[in-house]
């Protein structure tokens, strides 16, 4: 039996009042079980209030991931701005790490008018110079990029999965509506979810899908990729397949819904994954 553990990316829209805390015990109430804390405009949280959040998310069963500021680019041709993106990821990890979650994701470069093969291999010293500095730190998490949603933008899942295998500690963190958005829609069938799966397992083990990453939500794409996100409803994206590909390979792990309602969204996804989890 898979454990993959649903929920919401942030604070439920039925959470009063509105607070980090209070969003943990109303995911429980929802019998969701899972939810990313959304630092996408800046880490503001302090380590006294990031210990109160774990334990309550320990004693209300909710596992936790962080999802570090827009603002980063790890490919900029100003050194300041990748400085201040690498800052901007370390200080979400410390806090996430505070708070108990296991990992953190970000989207982390754009291309620009370079080769794609030399944005890779200053994605890469920048990687292993943060996993340095957060050993450093005994700041116990993962280093997650996102496969990101347009053709702009770094982050392929064979780049994602690369990285793993170069820089052990780097995972992948498999945004199926972004792989769906930057194909522009090609990527779309049972087939190509499977494959996603196959290329991570083979590439880095079957413990990488058994603490997998995930995020899942409907979503609307142009010429240039990614939009805006959708309803589950209003989306072309087969999610019921995603799902199903997700039971099939035994992955393990935390998938977050990121739609505009989020936990009516994450509850839908929930009930189809026991329903497909229990066939």
Not at 179 to 186: N, Y
């Amino acid at each position: 039996m898979s454990k993959l553990r649903i929920g919401t990316a942030g604070i439920p829209a039925s959470t009063k009042p509105r607070s980090t805390a209070n969003a943990v015990k109303r995911l429980a109430e929802l019998g969701l079980r899972h939810m990313e804390i959304e630092f996408v405009r800046g880490v503001n949280m302090k380590e006294d209030t990031a210990q109160e959040i774990r334990a309550l998310a320990e004693e209300h069963d909710i596992s936790l991931t962080v999802h570090a500021p827009y603002y980063v680019n790890l490919n900029s041709a100003e050194p300041e701005k990748i400085t201040a993106s690498k800052e901007r990821i370390i200080q979400a990890a410390r806090a996430g790490a505070w708070a108990g979650a296991k990992s953190v994701t970000f989207h982390a470069a754009y291309y620009h008018a370079d080769d794609p093969e030399d944005v890779y291999d200053r994605v890469k010293h920048h990687m292993e110079d943060m996993l340095e500095r957060l050993d450093q730190e005994g700041i116990a998490i993962r280093l997650s990029p996102e496969t990101t949603g347009g053709p702009t933008q770094f982050g392929t899942l064979e780049e994602l999965v690369r990285l793993g295998v170069d820089v052990p500690g780097v995972y992948p963190c498999v945004d199926f509506s972004h792989l769906f958005a930057r194909s522009l829609g090609q990527f779309n069938s049972y087939e190509d979810f499977a494959g996603a799966l196959q290329l991570i397992r083979d590439s880095l083990g079957q413990q990488a899908l058994r603490e997998q990453h995930i995020h899942l939500s409907g979503i609307e794409y142009g010429p240039k990729g990614e939009k805006r996100h959708l309803p589950l409803k209003e989306t072309e994206l087969k999610y019921e397949d995603v799902l199903q590909a997700l039971v099939d390979f035994d992955v393990a792990g935390w998938l977050i819904c990121e739609s505009p309602i989020l936990e009516e969204d994450a509850l839908i996804l929930q009930g189809l994954y026991n329903q497909i989890n229990n066939t």
